[in-house]
């Protein structure tokens, strides 16, 4: 991974107790330590992996509070008071990270750069207007000429003084900072349990050692204790795919279309350039290189010389109401804070969560905004059946399709989910003779699975898990491995 430096941290290795445990190591983690080191609360913070290698060092990092299409929804869904209410947090999530890098003196190659978002479709064009009403509450926005080769559009608006940083250099400069101020921090760590013990938890780690503590952090991307507050009911996975590009082209600012399928482009360095986009909904039998080349036509559209460097995919935590959720987890577990549902934004959206759980842990007023416990299930009825759907065809439909195959017709590299010995199989064939077997059964809620060939994964058809083609977890929800079969 370019720009990450290995701190080669501890894993957990004895049974330990903390006050705080936070788990998960990306943003939204890293930004809960830095805030309670900053207000001296004692914690210990634990990931299952490295730290700052998850969904958060994926991200293509555009620090910005003009969230294109999201202001329309949440005004649709909410009201117009919540949506301007969301406009202050972001903008103080903005300024809060602004202040950090300045603070810090945090090296990540921080450069600032107008954001211009545009559309052509006039359905699109009514969704500029709302966020440009919003963005006029303190005149940040202009319209301007729409005659530009980047994104050709009928009307577009520019937001001054926004920014771009580099990801993995500013999680690594807050890692720093944790690090020399003696903060306990473990990687390779995984939670794979966790016991309520009266109001305190015992939270088991790599199904060997124990923490410990009186609250719990969890800022690991999507809700892990089911059925808890039915947060799968809530909350789907988006996933979105990004191109690197060299290219001799100077971008002036960052841009964004609203018109389908969804795509920005961003500078990364002097001579490197990102597109991102193509969102679905994952689990889906999408025509995966699609989604890249639907990228790619556009990067030549701008610039036939350019050179592809790589292409990689994330996902997003994506509320059927549009607002994130921070808050207690349940009334079941009114000790454990949760933070998730950032949408596509997730640098802003972690510094104010980071701001608003301190706050609770010193019983000081937070903004309720983003509270866990509110009814959601008809502000948005097209996601929600669309969600309903997804699992009823994950739990049983796609499971009575799986037809016998001839395992000798996978390709090698390549997986399939077949009937074999009147079960179905998830088949990755990894040589001429090697195959592996594995149980079509999410651990997550027992969904089935498909196979990416372009990605080499397998994702879950209801809530996003996405698994190695060793059944290794790569995003949760899952927690535990796929099972291996013979």
């Known amino acids: 991974m370019k720009d990450y430096d290995d701190k080669n941290l501890p894993s957990i290795n004895k049974n330990i107790n903390t006050p705080i445990l936070i788990i998960g190591g990306g943003i939204a983690g890293l930004m809960c330590a830095y805030n309670l080191k900053k207000n001296n609360l004692d914690f210990t913070l634990v990931d299952s992996k490295k730290l700052a290698s998850g969904v958060s060092a994926n991200t293509t990092a555009q620090i910005t509070y003009a969230h294109t299409n999201l202001y329309d929804d949440i005004i649709k869904k909410h009201g117009k008071e919540k949506a301007l209410r969301y406009f202050d947090s972001q903008l103080d999530g903005f300024n809060i990270m602004k202040g950090i890098i300045k603070e810090e003196n945090i090296n990540c190659d ?129 996933k979105s795919y990004a191109v690197a590009f060299k290219s001799k082209l100077k971008l002036d600012a960052n841009y964004l279309s609203l018109d389908e399928p969804y795509y920005y482009f961003r500078t990364y360095d002097n001579n490197t350039l990102i597109i991102g986009g193509s969102d679905h909904y994952t689990g889906i039998s999408n025509d995966i290189n699609k989604c890249y080349d639907d990228l790619i036509s556009k990067i030549y559209r701008i610039d036939k010389d350019a050179k592809i460097v790589s292409k990689w995919f994330t996902e997003d935590c994506m509320p059927i109401d549009s607002l994130p959720y921070v808050g207690t987890y349940s009334n079941n577990h009114k000790n454990i804070i949760l933070i998730t549902g950032f949408q596509k934004w997730g640098f802003t959206n972690s510094h104010i969560a980071a701001k608003n759980v301190t706050n609770m842990l010193l019983n000081r007023a937070y903004d309720d905004l983003y509270k866990t416990h509110r009814f959601t299930l008809f502000r948005d009825l097209k996601s929600t059946f669309r969600m309903i759907a997804h699992s009823i065809d994950g739990l049983v439909l796609s499971k009575l399709c799986i037809k016998n195959e001839d395992l000798s017709t996978i390709k090698i590299d390549s997986g399939k989910v077949v009937r074999l010995n009147n079960k179905n199989i998830l088949v990755y064939r990894e040589s001429k003779d090697n195959y592996i077997f594995l149980k079509n059964k999410c651990t997550h809620l027992g969904c089935s699975l498909i196979w990416n060939d372009v990605d080499k994964v397998w994702e879950s058809k209801c809530h996003g898990s996405i698994f190695d083609k060793y059944g290794k977890v790569i995003y949760g929800p899952a927690i535990n491995d796929l099972e291996e079969l013979f």
């Open 110 to 238: 921080y450069k600032e750069e107008s954001t211009i978002i545009g559309a052509y479709l006039q359905k699109n064009m009514k969704i500029l207007d709302n966020l440009q009403n919003i963005l006029n509450k303190y005149n940040l926005s202009k319209v301007i000429n729409s005659d530009n080769n980047i994104i050709f559009n009928k009307k577009n608006i520019e937001v001054e003084k926004q920014f771009i940083i580099n990801p993995i250099k500013y999680m690594m400069g807050i890692i720093d900072i944790l690090i020399d101020n003696n903060c306990k921090l473990y990687e390779n760590s995984k939670v794979t349990k966790i016991n309520k013990v009266n109001n305190k938890y015992e939270v088991i780690i790599n199904n060997k050692y124990k923490i410990n503590t009186n609250k719990i952090i969890m800022a690991c991307h999507y809700p892990i204790i089911n059925p808890d507050n039915l947060y799968f009911t809530k909350i789907f996975q988006s």
